[in-house]
Nanobody, 123 residues
Framework: QVQLLESGGGLVQTGDSVRLSCTASGGTFSNYAVAWFRQAPGLGRESVAAINWNGETTYYENSVKGRFTISRNNAERTAFLQMNSLKAEDTAVYFC????????????????WGQGTQVTVSS
């Protein structure tokens, strides 16, 4: 059983940067792919980025390509989402999720979820 805890959200301004962290406890972190999803008010949860178990494969949703970077440090049992050039439309609750080994983009394919961290981008 893997428990995930997100941190790093907050209130920022358009153009600012934020780094989110997802720290795991339980299980063997290096066995799991990690993804970041987000959910804006009134909308469904969408995938943002994902990274496979060893960090060699990544995925980005089109709207964040070139602005967001996902990474991981297996020794620290932590995954990161570096978000640059933030826009108002990036405002959402950001969730990290984990599944065995390989990347998927659908919520239903992830077994473990954190409780989310709010990112609000003010214009």
């Amino acid at each position: 059983q893997v428990q995930l805890l997100e941190s790093g959200g907050g209130l920022v301004q358009t153009g600012d940067s934020v780094r989110l962290s997802c720290t795991a406890s339980g299980g063997t972190f290096s066995n799991y792919a990690v993804a970041w999803f987000r959910q804006a008010p009134g909308l469904g949860r969408e995938s943002v980025a994902a990274i496979n178990w060893n960090g060699e494969t990544t995925y980005y949703e089109n709207s964040v390509k070139g602005r967001f970077t996902i990474s991981r440090n297996n020794a620290e049992r932590t995954a990161f989402l570096q978000m640059n050039s933030l826009k108002a439309e990036d405002t959402a609750v950001y969730f990290c999720a984990a599944r065995r080994l390989t990347i998927r983009t659908r919520m239903s394919e992830y077994d473990y979820w954190g409780q989310g961290t709010q990112v609000t981008v003010s214009s």
